[in-house]
């Protein structure tokens, strides 16, 4: 007879643990250092070598607002509605960033790939593989935006 698998408190939510909360502190800050940096890239308040950006700074802004989310999601733990809503945020943001790959990336930057297809069969195929990352992505979004937006009980 199989055994069911029952998770314990802890797994479900990480707040609940005997871990200490400086754990959770330390990821909030990396994450809002980490978008901060970069918007602050992307508003030109860092200045950056423009030979060393591949991308339009409003990505890199979007990068580092979509961090910002990260950490204000972890900060609003044990707050579902909410953090249905910031997930819903986060990915519209990460379908708009693949959506741009998938239709407007520059070919040269693309790399990778598989090696016993052509590099316009590899580019082609990155953009398929983004574009339908950016799909997925947008239902998750709204379904997480409706999750938000609904009643409670």
């Known amino acids: 007879m199989a055994e069911r698998l029952e998770f314990s408190p802890q797994l479900k939510n990480p707040m609940n643990s005997d871990q200490p909360k400086t754990t959770f502190t330390k990821a909030i800050l990396i994450c809002a250092l980490t978008g901060a940096f970069l918007i602050g890239i992307s508003s030109g308040l860092i200045p950056i070598e423009p030979s060393k950006i591949h991308t339009p700074l409003w990505v890199i802004g979007m990068a580092g607002g979509l961090f910002w989310l990260a950490a204000l999601a972890l900060l609003a733990q044990n707050r579902p509605r909410v953090n249905n809503f910031l997930g819903a945020l986060m990915l519209f943001g990460f379908a708009g960033i693949g959506g741009w790959v998938a239709v407007l990336g520059e070919s040269g930057q693309l790399?990778?790939?598989?090696?016993m297809l052509s590099h316009q069969t590899n580019i082609s195929f990155a953009r398929w593989l983004f574009g339908g990352g950016a799909l997925i992505c947008l239902a998750l979004a709204v379904y997480a935006l409706?999750?938000?937006?609904?009643?409670a009980g």
């Open 111 to 115: 790399g990778g790939g598989m090696p």
């Open 146 to 151: 409706k999750k938000a937006l609904e009643r």
